[in-house]
């Protein structure tokens, strides 16, 4: 008789009826077809959907956590559905009046069977309520020595990382005085390459010069060289033009007596 009851009552929950009842908008905003307000604005009880965002320009937050769920397996956003059209009791009017229909119609025969199966179903509830945290103590036994040097370790990694940013900052310290140092060092390397160059530049240009003064030294000594030959090969050619037959004789004449009198005065010395 109890399930007889049970029955009637979820057929009651399950009544079009009572749905619309308990459905039924409670707010005063509802479509108004008088015709004192046409042309009047509908206003909704909650905000339209927004549009949804671009997922390369908004990509989903990754959760750091897994989401809430019930009975170790199942969502919580499935139990959440349900709460607006059952009200507190949630899924568990749905789990409870399926499992009463189901009983009702004897698609589940409630036989021998059954009572193991809740006999069983009880046992294990209470070995896992009182034994449970026992059993999971020793499983997890190795764990906690697991998570402890899973954490010694991140605890070492993070001592060392921040030995080294420490050890960062004070050689950015360290730099921030030698930089100048090195900036003007640096300035002065520049300023001999430049003067370096600078008197490469100049013994280029020296040597340059001179060799142009060379050339016309040359010049000028070629010019006057050929100017003196010129003038000497002229006076002899005019030299010999005006030398006659006659005053050649003349002028082996007058040899021969220079001649003979050089060798007069040469016997008169012995």
């Not at 459905?23 to 509908?42: E, H, I």
Request: glycine share 4%.
């Amino acid at each position: 008789m109890l399930v007889i009851r049970i029955v009637n009552s979820c057929k009651f929950l399950l009544r079009p009826q009572w749905l619309s009842h308990v459905l039924a908008p409670t707010s005063s905003a509802t479509v108004c077809t008088s015709s004192a307000k046409l042309g009047a604005t509908y206003i909704p009880d909650k905000t339209l959907q927004e549009m949804p965002k671009d997922f390369k320009e908004n990509p989903e937050l990754r959760p750091m956590y897994p989401p809430k769920a019930r009975l170790l397996i199942f969502p919580d956003t499935w139990f959440q559905a349900f709460y607006q059209f059952t009200g507190v009791t949630g899924p568990y009017l749905l789990v409870g009046g399926l499992s009463l229909f189901i009983i009702q119609k004897e698609l589940l025969g409630a036989q021998h069977e059954m009572i193991v199966f809740l006999s069983r179903l009880a046992l294990f509830v209470y070995l896992g309520r009182k034994f449970g945290t026992y059993f999971a103590r020793w499983a997890e036994y190795d764990v906690q020595d697991l998570e402890k040097y899973r954490d010694d370790r991140v605890n070492q990694h993070l001592n060392l990382m921040k030995n080294s940013v420490a050890t960062s900052g004070q050689k950015i310290k360290c730099y921030s005085t030698v930089v100048p140092m090195v900036y003007e060092a640096k300035r002065e390397n520049v300023a001999l390459q430049l003067e370096v160059e600078y008197r490469k530049r100049l013994v280029a240009a020296h040597k340059e010069v001179k060799k142009r003064l060379d050339y016309m030294v040359d010049i000028v000594g070629v010019r006057r060289e050929f100017q003196r030959r010129n003038l000497i090969d002229w006076v002899v050619n005019e030299v010999k033009k005006s030398i006659t037959p006659e005053r050649e004789r003349e002028t082996l004449q007058s040899c021969l007596v220079h001649l003979k009198q050089i060798a007069d005065r040469s016997q008169l010395l012995v």
